[in-house]
């Protein structure tokens, strides 16, 4: 689609907003549509990289880069984006200073006397057609939820046949609850008042002024997943979990490890837990405590875990889920973990009797080593060294 008068439209979350059909780079719409160039995933407008001197920020995902996920959890508004360190170097010494500018925006953010200026944040996605992008919404550094030393981090990566080591950031951003942003406030921002401007959203002023964060939550509207849902699309996510089967598919044992230790990556509050024995195994191929709250306040929950190791083809059955559901006492709850999905009837079942089942399927294990994790290379590194602690 192309989006006519671009320099005379609003911003509309989940919109996508078309340029020309040049096959070029004069089909991007966001020279037009703000006025940012046409170069790279992070843009911005003014002098960069101090925040005084830029009226606005742009970054641009193609939510593909599979040694850099960045991913948008639609339930609590989170975005998390990659800074663009892609190659060995200093931290901040990149061509177009994101990292720099991604530095200078959370040490702002984390600054106890505020300040009236603040360049706005608007992400977008890429669509696959042209340069066609949609609008994913107006961001600002944290969340409500996320401390500081969690909401920017140094993260350490290997690339090439040597495994040359450099860092990139990780950031973490708050789609605000804005829906549309106005013509009349980007023209504000273009002319160098974000904050004094009447158009301003107030999610944006009450964060700016008070640190007040407003995200944008989309609940799910389905809850049971099905399997497209629950397993790789594509073939870089596709190599990943095959790569984890043909390690395990010949010792289940070894793939319990493997389950209880991406389950601590997904659930980090998992304090202790046992395998059980391979001549003993009673259904729960381990058992733990999952710590609620900190310190003298916490709680503990005991929990029961069963692994299975299959093809991505062959789901999860009612059978094998009830084996784990049976052993579950009261105050318990179960987790899940397989290379593959939970089929539709057990996991109907489950929702619809609310038994109290965290589910870890293949696309879940992928996301989570691509996140925690890194690269290829890394993650086949993590499987020859998961060893029990």
Not at 7 to 17: A, F, G, P, R
Not at 22 to 32: E, I, T, V, W
Not at 82 to 98: I, K, M, N
Not at 239 to 256: R, V
Request: proline share 5%; glycine share 6%.
């Amino acid at each position: 689609m192309i989006t006519l008068n671009l320099e005379k439209t609003s911003l509309d979350v989940d919109q996508i907003y078309g340029g020309s059909r040049n096959g070029n780079a004069s089909d991007d719409p966001l020279p037009k549509l703000l006025g940012v160039d046409n170069q790279a995933g992070f843009r911005h407008l003014g002098k960069r990289p101090e925040l005084e001197t830029l009226k606005m920020i742009v970054l641009k995902s193609s939510f593909k880069e599979p040694d850099w996920p960045d991913f948008l959890d639609t339930e609590t508004g989170i975005f998390t984006y990659y800074g663009d360190r892609r190659s060995p170097g200093e931290l901040h010494d990149t061509p177009r200073q994101g990292n720099k500018i991604l530095s200078n925006l959370f040490q702002e953010t984390h600054t106890p006397q505020l300040k009236d200026h603040f360049p706005p944040i608007f992400v977008f996605g890429n669509t696959g057609v042209y340069r066609d992008v949609r609008f994913i919404g107006l961001a600002v550094p944290g969340a409500e939820n996320i401390g500081q030393d969690d909401d920017l981090v140094a993260l350490w990566r290997a690339t090439g046949s040597n495994n040359i080591r450099f860092q990139n950031y990780r950031a973490k951003f708050t789609i605000l609850d804005v829906s549309t942003v106005s013509r009349l406030w980007i023209k504000d921002i273009q002319s160098g008042k974000n904050l004094l401007s009447e158009n301003a959203p107030k999610p944006w002023v009450d964060w700016v002024l008070k640190r007040k964060y407003t995200p944008l939550k989309a609940p799910h509207s389905i809850e049971i997943r099905d399997k497209d849902q629950q397993t790789p699309s594509t073939p870089q996510d596709i190599k990943i979990i095959e790569l984890i089967y043909s390690t395990y598919k010949k010792d289940p044992y070894a793939f319990e490890l493997f389950a209880i230790k991406v389950a601590q990556l997904m659930l980090p509050n998992i304090k202790n837990w046992e395998l059980t024995r391979p001549w003993r195994d009673g259904g729960r191929d381990a058992t733990g405590i999952y710590q609620i709250g900190t310190g003298g306040s916490s709680i503990d929950v005991e929990f029961a875990l069963e692994a299975k190791c299959y093809q991505t083809k062959s789901g999860v059955g009612v059978k094998e889920l009830s084996r784990l559901i049976s052993r579950l006492r009261h105050r318990q709850f179960g987790v899940l973990v397989t290379t593959s999905y939970l089929s539709n009837q057990a996991y109907k079942e489950l929702k619809e009797d609310n038994h109290p089942v965290v589910i870890i399927s293949a696309k879940d294990i992928v996301d989570t080593l691509k996140c925690r994790i890194g690269t290829f290379d890394n993650i086949h590194t993590w499987l020859c060294n998961v060893t029990i602690n």
